[in-house]
């Protein structure tokens, strides 16, 4: 028997964090939470999923994450309800130019599950997927 119960949270380093908070907000429809400057951080949620976002110094020369090459977070992967709302927010997605899309909604192995990966203003590789009917 595991002696954990669950993700609490997850934490992501940003490059632009009212970019990335907005992108949670505006386009997912996520609550806001938590703000503090003194980092700055703040928290996103969906009601099941929460992530706490923070601020990287820009005068460190931070770097990109690379999947291929770095050892870390592949993707985020955030389920949505249905086909109709994962075509809804490709759309939106494909409207923000801070995104930039990877692939449109597609069947993911032969279906009928499908999904889209993009990443979002920061940089973060995401995955939306609907695990199908």
Excluded at 1 to 11: V, Y
Excluded at 13 to 27: H, P, Q
Excluded at 43 to 64: H, P
Excluded at 65 to 83: C, D, P, T
């Amino acid at each position: 028997m595991s002696e954990t119960i669950g993700l609490n949270h997850l934490g992501l380093s940003v490059n632009d964090l009212e970019a990335s908070k907005s992108f949670f907000v505006e386009t997912l429809g996520w609550q806001e939470s938590g703000y503090d400057p003194s980092y700055p951080r703040t928290a996103v949620s969906d009601g099941k999923l929460r992530l706490t976002l923070w601020q990287v110094d820009s005068n460190l020369n931070g770097v990109e994450f690379n999947r291929k090459r770095n050892v870390g977070l592949h993707h985020l992967a955030i389920q949505v309800e249905s086909e109709s709302k994962l075509n809804e927010l490709y759309r939106k997605i494909e409207a923000n130019p801070q995104c930039k899309i990877e692939f449109a909604p597609e069947l993911l192995s032969g279906g009928p599950r499908k999904h889209m990966m993009f990443n979002e203003p920061s940089g973060l590789r995401l995955e939306l997927i609907w695990q199908g009917e």
